[in-house]
């Protein structure tokens, strides 16, 4: 139901925008988030919006760097990257669920796509 697209490999300082597309509208679900895993690490939470009202949450380490929306029209959600830095090289995984449980907990979403690769080389 969710297919991530958008990863690829970039220089730091540099941006890129993942997208996530639904097979429904989003405001199928309560709640849209974005996690990574970089190799030997679990994976974490990088940003998440409320489907209806649109709050959202980030990491402190993707703060002001990284904005997630969404567009109901389009059926998608996205992460918009800015100033890359190696750290942020991982796997990217958009997910959803109805929105329960903590907003960057992976154990609170359901519904995954299959990730998408971020490099950022230094």
């Known amino acids: 139901q969710l297919v991530e697209s958008g990863g690829g490999s970039v220089q730091a300082g540099g941006s890129l925008t993942l997208s996530c597309a639904f097979s429904?509208?989003?405001?199928?679900?309560?709640?849209v988030g974005w996690f990574r895993q970089a190799p030997g690490k679990n994976c974490g939470g990088v940003a998440a919006?409320?489907?209806?009202?649109?709050?959202?949450v980030y990491a402190d380490s993707v703060q002001g760097r990284f904005t997630i929306s969404q567009d109901n029209t389009k059926n998608a959600a996205y992460l918009q990257m800015n100033d890359l830095k190696p750290d942020d090289t991982a796997m990217y995984f958009c997910a959803a669920d109805i929105g329960l449980g903590r907003w960057l907990d992976s154990q609170s979403y359901n519904y995954w796509g299959q990730g998408t690769q971020v490099t950022v080389s230094s």
């Open positions: 919006v409320h489907t209806a009202g649109r709050s959202t």
């Open positions: 429904r509208s989003p405001l199928h679900f309560g709640r």
